[in-house]
């Protein structure tokens, strides 16, 4: 079945950097498009950046040149370089489908920035 699994969170402080890994199954994943999202508290979840399956990437304002996502087919896994943390980017993030499918979410990494 289709399965999204989510790593690479952790606490940093702002201008801090971290890389989660996104690795699905269960589909053809060099056919389709990914995005990672996001939930922080109290917010609905958004699609913060996401890649096609002919790696055309677009990503949401707030993150423009802070965060960069980019696929490996050869390793079926997606990631998410963040660079430039601010606490706002605190937040559960996960990966799916783009656009997302409901019923495939994972468990998400957490991110926390500190000030």
């Known amino acids: 079945q289709v399965q999204f699994v989510e790593s690479g969170g952790g606490l940093v402080q702002a201008g801090g950097s971290l890389r989660l890994s996104c690795a699905p199954s269960?589909?053809?994943?060099?056919?389709?498009?990914i995005g990672w999202y996001r939930q922080g508290p109290g917010q609905q979840r958004e699609l913060v950046a996401g890649i096609s399956r002919d790696g055309r990437i677009h990503y949401i304002d707030s993150v423009q040149g802070r965060f960069t996502i980019a696929r490996d087919n050869a390793k079926n896994t997606v990631y998410l370089q963040m660079n430039s943390l601010k606490p706002e980017d605190t937040a559960v993030y996960y990966c799916?489908?783009?656009?997302?499918?409901?019923?495939?979410w994972g468990q998400g990494t957490q991110v926390t920035v500190s000030p």
């Open positions: 269960g589909f053809a994943f060099g056919l389709n498009a």
């Open positions: 799916n489908f783009s656009p997302a499918w409901n019923g495939y």
